[in-house]
């Protein structure tokens, strides 16, 4: 049973950073990409980045340049750096590991970006 554990998120103020962490049970090296997605109050999940298994990065345009997506192999985990956050980053951020044959989902973390 693969199990994605999402920490990190929080309150913080306009401008600030946060890092996300997942932590995968097992090795990542069998998922291929690992993603970050996000669903705002009432929204749809939206992809936010991802990472291939080479490190072929890939993100959203809403983040580029704000957001970067990273992984330790050797710590099965894949981290989202979040910096400049906005009011419209505020939603639940999930983290998303695909195989051949599934997709594995955390639970999520809710980021909230407000004064």
């Known amino acids: 049973q693969v199990q994605l554990v999402e920490s990190g998120g929080g309150l913080v103020q306009p401008g600030g950073s946060l890092r996300l962490s997942c932590a995968v049970s097992?090795?990542?090296?069998?998922?291929?990409?690992m993603s970050w997605y996000r669903q705002a109050p009432g929204g749809q999940r939206e992809l936010v980045a991802y990472?291939?298994?080479?490190?072929?990065?890939n993100y959203a345009e809403s983040v580029k340049g704000r957001f970067t997506i990273s992984r330790d192999n050797a710590k099965n985990t894949v981290y989202l750096q979040m910096t400049s956050l906005n009011p419209e980053d505020t939603a639940v951020y999930y983290c998303?590991?695909?195989?051949?044959?599934?997709?594995?989902w955390g639970q999520g973390t809710q980021v909230t970006v407000s004064s």
């Open positions: 990472i291939s298994r080479d490190g072929g990065t």
């Open positions: 097992g090795t990542i090296l069998r998922f291929n990409p």
């Open positions: 998303k590991a695909t195989s051949q044959f599934y997709v594995y």
